[in-house]
């Protein structure tokens, strides 16, 4: 009988104590999940030396016609007109893209990675962070 009680003794203080509290699984911190892939348009700055180019380019070519006084508001002309579209083509070079990659991190925050390429990644995808590149997370 004694026995019987000890073996229920023990079974009532299993029963009541805590479960063992279990250590949460290990978080990534450099892991996560695309949520949306952006392309971004990157307008292009001039730095002048379009409107130089464009210029001394109008102005020669604008000297080609007219004569007397004309032919000087025409080189005028010129120079203005070929700054303002070399000033423009130099924009329009100087100009890109590139994709904004928003990853859902393992603690619920949300990071934007930069890519120059059209990424290969699409909502849904495990990835991890490393020096700021994109990997699959394995």
Same mark, same amino acid.
Request: charged share 25%; proline share 5%; net charge positive.
């Given at each position: +009988?004694?026995?019987?009680?000890?073996? $229920?003794?023990?079974?009532?203080?299993?029963?009541?104590?805590?479960?063992?509290?279990?250590?949460?699984? @290990?978080?990534? @911190?450099?892991?996560?999940?695309?949520? %949306?892939?952006? %392309?971004?348009?990157?307008?292009? %700055?001039?730095?002048?030396?379009?409107?130089?180019? $464009? #210029?001394?380019?109008?102005?020669?070519?604008?000297?080609?016609?007219?004569?007397?006084?004309?032919?000087?508001? +025409?080189?005028?002309? #010129?120079?203005?007109?070929?700054?303002?579209?070399?000033?423009?083509?130099?924009?329009?070079?100087?100009?890109?893209? =590139?994709?904004?990659?928003?990853?859902? +991190?393992?603690?619920?925050?949300?990071?934007?990675?930069?890519?120059?390429?059209?990424?290969?990644? =699409? @909502?849904?995808?495990?990835? =991890?962070?490393?020096?700021?590149?994109?990997? @699959?997370? =394995?």
């Amino acid at each position: +009988m004694k026995r019987t009680i000890g073996w $229920g003794c023990a079974l009532l203080a299993l029963a009541a104590a805590p479960a063992a509290a279990q250590a949460p699984a @290990p978080v990534c @911190p450099d892991c996560g999940v695309v949520q %949306e892939v952006r %392309e971004v348009e990157i307008k292009g %700055e001039g730095t002048g030396v379009g409107a130089v180019v $464009g #210029g001394v380019t109008g102005a020669v070519i604008g000297r080609q016609f007219g004569s007397g006084s004309g032919r000087d508001i +025409m080189t005028i002309a #010129g120079a203005a007109g070929g700054a303002v579209a070399g000033h423009q083509v130099e924009k329009h070079l100087r100009s890109g893209k =590139r994709w904004d990659v928003h990853v859902r +991190m393992a603690d619920g925050t949300t990071r934007i990675v930069a890519e120059d390429r059209t990424p290969s990644w =699409r @909502p849904g995808d495990r990835v =991890r962070i490393v020096d700021g590149k994109l990997e @699959p997370d =394995r």
